[in-house]
């Protein structure tokens, strides 16, 4: 599975950004996908995550202000990042997984990253 994401950038605090993901795959046949992300000197982290019945999974640091939706016509995961924060700041990567129970797969596909940099 190739992911491609996009939409990263330079955002002031309190901005929003949108990314998107796209993928080769039919999304739709896609148990989870989601975003992680990782800043410099700090492990890859959840952001977001959905699956195929539209159930959601958040890092309790985005709740209420992130929001991944899956669109199937577009083929695209996208993030709709709200309120950014300092400590929003990181490479995002997109992710798709099969095998899923739930939120956990045993096959893992990544993206090749998109930055996001937040500074006034």
């Known amino acids: 599975v190739q992911l491609q994401a996009s939409g990263g950038g330079l955002v002031q605090p309190g901005g929003s950004l949108r990314l998107s993901c796209g993928s080769d795959e039919p999304i739709s046949r896609i148990n989870v996908m989601g975003w992680y992300r990782q800043a410099p000197g700090k492990q890859r982290e959840l952001v977001a995550k959905s699956t195929t019945d539209s159930r959601t999974k958040y890092a309790d640091s985005v709740k209420g202000r992130f929001t991944i939706s899956r669109d199937d016509a577009k083929n695209t995961l996208s993030l709709q990042m709200n309120s950014l924060k300092l400590e929003d700041a990181a490479v995002y990567y997109c992710?798709?997984?099969?095998?899923?129970?739930?939120?956990?797969?045993?096959?893992?596909?990544w993206g090749q990253g998109t930055q996001v940099t937040v500074s006034s």
């Open positions: 992710y798709a997984g099969f095998g899923c129970s739930h939120f956990d797969c045993v096959a893992d596909y």
